[in-house]
Structures are given as C-alpha cells and as structure tokens.
C-alpha cells in the first residue's frame, strides 16, 4: 500500500523559504495517473489544498498560493517536494502530502502522509 | 471559490446511537463530496467519496447522502472510536473543505 512520510524543518523565519519533502512508499511517483498533493491545516483557516504535481511534472496550484509555490519531484529519491516563499506567520501549519483518491477534474484524497508541523517565527 | 458549511460545529452523542452530520456548499457541487475523520494527532482519513461511496475498509455503518448544495453522513451506531472530528471536502472546483464536526461522547 501507498505510504506517504513528509519532512523539513520545524521553523522557519518571516520571509524566508519553507521547503518540505514527502517520501514515498509502496507506489513511484513517476508512474500512475494520480497526483501527488500537498495540503495544510491551521486553526485559523483550516484544511487547505495547495496544490498537485502529476508523475510528469505538471502542477496545478490554488490560486490563493499560486505565486508563492512550487512543487517538483525527485525521481531519484521517489520523493515530492514543496517549496513555499516569503513565508509569514500566516503560514504556520501543518503540512500534509496526499494522493488524489480520485475524481475527474480535482482530487479528493487518500492516503495522507501523517502530517508535519512547520512554525513559522523569528 | 465554493465555501463549505458544517452543522452541528459539536455533536454530543452516546455510543450506540445515531448521528447525522451536515454539510453545505455555496454553490451546487454536483456529487464530488467527500467526507475525512480526524482524531487527534493524526492525519484526516478518508471515509466517503462521491457523496455516498464508502472508502476501501471503512464500516458499513458510515453512510452518505445528498446532492447539489446539501450532504448528510451518517454514523448508524456510534463505536468508541468514532469520536472524532470530521470534515467535509467538495472537488467539483477548486478542493475546500469545511471547518469540521467534533462528535464528542455524551
């Protein structure tokens, strides 16, 4: 079975960069037609999509983040990664990584990874 | 962008009953519903896809309905474990989800 494990650092400072990776287990992330996704959770906004990377690289991200990040994949490591820029406070989350389940134009998902938390502060 | 509404935001329940949680969209999202149980610590897993098909595993106790705007889950007979957070998610557009129901135990 699929199994997700993300990763980085805990902390990050007010404009830096966040940068997490989600290794993959039990399926390559280059084969297949669903997508990798990546998601967060915050007590003041909730659960939020992110967006999707398909096993050849195309992206599709949410429009609210859209300017701010990107996603690729290391085909050498089996492994997603997030990339989130001029981090603020807002940003403070738990960060999930996720397969599309299914569904035709956007995914709902299954399985998650089990989630690591990312602080962001000075 | 489709909001998601919740309804109770706490169910208070005692095992062995009935629970009916709901959830609404802003604008009609077709049957691309899902529906995901937190518990605490751990990720969301998914339950229900396609407003009434069961996820590989999940009870057969654990049951979806409704269509357009309006979604209900329902959990026929409370176990232990069921006390937990759920949310609902709609992927008929952009995926969002909605602030969850913490069903607690009476």
């Known amino acids: 079975q699929v199994q997700l494990q993300e990763s980085g650092p805990g902390l990050v400072k007010p404009s830096q960069t966040l940068s997490l990776t989600c290794a993959v287990s039990?399926?390559?992330?280059?084969?297949?037609?669903?997508?990798w996704n990546w998601l967060r959770q915050s007590a003041e906004k909730g659960l939020v999509w992110i967006g999707r990377i398909y096993s050849g690289g195309t992206t599709t991200y949410n429009p609210s983040l859209k300017s701010r990040v990107t996603m690729t994949l290391d085909k050498s490591k089996n492994q997603v990664s997030l990339k989130l820029t001029s981090v603020t406070a807002a940003d403070t989350a738990v960060y999930y990584c996720?397969?599309?389940?299914?569904?035709?134009?956007?995914?709902?998902?299954?399985?998650w990874g089990q989630g690591t938390l990312v602080t962001v502060s000075s | 962008e489709v909001v998601m509404t919740q309804s109770p935001a706490i169910l208070s329940v005692s095992p062995g009953e009935g629970a009916t949680l709901s959830c609404r969209a802003s604008q009609s999202v077709s049957s691309n519903l899902a529906w995901y149980q937190q518990k605490p610590g751990q990720a969301p897993r998914l339950l229900i896809y396609?407003?009434?098909t069961r996820a590989t595993g999940i009870p057969v106790r654990f049951s979806g309905s409704g269509s357009g705007t309006d979604f209900t889950l329902t959990i026929s007979s409370l176990q232990s474990e069921d006390f937990a957070l759920y949310f609902c998610q709609q992927y008929n557009n952009w995926p969002s989800f909605g602030p969850g129901t913490k069903v607690e135990i009476k």
């Open positions: 039990g399926a390559s992330i280059t084969s297949g037609s669903s997508p």
């Open positions: 996720a397969r599309a389940g299914g569904g035709l134009i956007m995914p709902f998902f299954d399985p």
């Open positions: 396609a407003t009434s």
